[in-house]
């Protein structure tokens, strides 16, 4: 199994390899996303400052941690959809589905790359946050951090297969990732703490797995927060992530027989 995962992530290295500007590009858009947040704390971060005591940071601060993992959040509700749209077009699909490989190891598969991005994106945050603009991570709580890592991937990965099932089954128009996708940037806390919004909107945050993620992260980066101090977060994403995975490969399998079925697999 581990050459399987090896031998799709070897292919997409050597396609991306070959877009070498790209790489070059991805920093530098990281660093102007990061210049825009620190000119708007400069401006107004006085002003929020009141909103962020729970996490004992600046605005910027704040912005810098939630952009840094939200690429995560990306590569779970992304991935899948993505890949499998590539490969539709491509005409590799049914290729790949017909070979002796689980279901389950072609969808990790598919991911491994744009984690590994997600991972590079993540360094160069970090770097820049301490080089360039001079961000304390004295306090972060590894271990907290990992495991809050752990289940935004897991979690948002069974959202990210759902989507795809909706690929599989319908080849465009995902109503699906549109409201997912809509909803966090503005329910997600990732740009603004969730206790900026009004009541009701805080609410319907609340059923969100992604305002429990960018709290945990925040709280475990800036505040040192222990798996215990954590535990209403990590529990909610855990739950979540326990009844959406099985949920997420069920309707991706149901969607790929329904195409086999159907003889949609390689129409697009």
């Known amino acids: 199994m581990a050459r399987k995962y090896l031998a799709f992530l070897k292919k997409d290295l050597l396609v991306e390899s070959s877009y070498k500007i790209s790489f070059f590009l991805n920093i530098f858009s990281v660093f102007m996303s990061l210049l825009v947040y620190f000119f708007i704390d400069k401006m107004f971060g006085r002003q929020i400052s009141g909103s962020l005591k729970e996490f004992g940071v600046s605005y910027f601060s704040y912005v810098l941690v939630g952009m840094a993992f939200f690429s995560y959040i990306g590569v779970g509700l992304g991935s899948f959809s993505e890949r499998l ?6 005409g590799t699909l049914e290729a790949i589905l017909l070979t002796p490989t689980g279901i389950s190891v072609i969808l990790v598969s598919w991911s491994l790359w744009n984690l590994c ?25 590894i271990l907290s951090t990992l495991v809050i890592l752990a289940l935004i991937i897991l979690s948002f990965s069974s959202l990210g297969i759902i989507s795809a099932s909706f690929i599989m089954a319908f080849k465009r128009g995902n109503p699906f990732e549109w409201a ?20 009701w909107l805080q609410t319907m945050a609340k059923f969100f797995p ?12 800036y505040k040192g927060y222990s798996l ?9 994403l855990a739950l979540f992530s326990s009844l959406l995975l099985p949920l ?15 003889g949609s697999l390689i129409k697009y």
């Open 210 to 221: 992604i305002t429990y993620a960018v709290k945990a992260m925040q709280l475990a980066v």
């Open 228 to 236: 215990w101090q954590l535990s209403g977060e990590i529990l909610f």
């Open 180 to 199: 997912i996708s809509h909803l966090q940037g503005l329910l997600g806390g990732v740009y603004f703490p969730v206790t900026v919004l009004p009541a």
């Open 248 to 262: 997420s490969l069920a309707s991706f399998a149901y969607s790929l027989k329904k195409a086999r079925r159907e």
């Open 117 to 141: 991005l997600a991972t590079l994106d993540l360094i160069i945050y970090a770097l820049m946050g301490i080089f360039l603009f001079k961000i304390n991570f004295s306090h972060v709580n």
């Open 85 to 90: 749209r590539a490969e539709q077009v491509q």
